[in-house]
């Protein structure tokens, strides 16, 4: 996958992509990141992104015409046709669906805003989704478009070691993932739960079932909602 971000603070991604597994997954070239700072586009003598609101209000508002430039400059040496999104606190709220649907593409335009945000023409013309990763709001798009960039390129082919991890993950198959342990057996007298130490495969993908869905149901309601629930679940969610 080709990433390619629009963005006037490109340091800010310095270290994020160089660490761990995003680094890996570019050594490995799962995927490649460009960032561009569209300052450099900008068609004035001092190269102003940004403009006073029409109507008055506090504020500055990222001008058109260096974003429609550098989105072009990308389009124009993209094989693929390139998804463009916007990462705007009014955008689609970000979840795990999402981030799969991102993951079959060649080619994503990520667009970081700052100051108030964008020219409402950008938005209509340019931008095929807006993204935003939570009701709150944040200085600028480059955080939010991180959070995107790293939960989809763990979703490339490879990029995990086991490929399983990604599968297992909370929201993945619908629920939270369930409750997970590692060595000591005891800990202090925390016990890990006795079928977890049985051996006994069936019985412990039950219980990882089971538990799932019963943590789901207490911390996120709302993602058992839309559920289908088997005979074996609704029979689990009256214990
Ligand atoms: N005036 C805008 C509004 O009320 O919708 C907020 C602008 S915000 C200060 C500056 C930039 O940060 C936005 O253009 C966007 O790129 C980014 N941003 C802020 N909060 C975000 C969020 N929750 N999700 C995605 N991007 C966000």
Redo the contacts with the bound molecule.
Sequence with gaps: MRIDVLSLFPDMYTGVLEQSILKKAAESEAFSCHITNFRDYADNKHQRVDDYTYGGGA?ML?MPQPIFDAVEAVQKTSEAKPRVI??????TPYNQNYAEDLAKEEHLIF????????DERIRESIVTDE???????????EL?SMVVIDSVVRLLPGVLGNEVSADTDSFSNGLLEHPQYTRPADFRGMKVPDVLLSGNHKLIEEWRHKESLRRTLLRRPDLLESRVLSDKEKEWLKE
């Design positions: 504020g990222l916007m990462m705007t606190p009014q955008g667009l970081c805003g700052h100051y108030e945000g964008f993204i935003s990763i939570g009701d709150y709001v944040l200085t600028g798009g939010a």
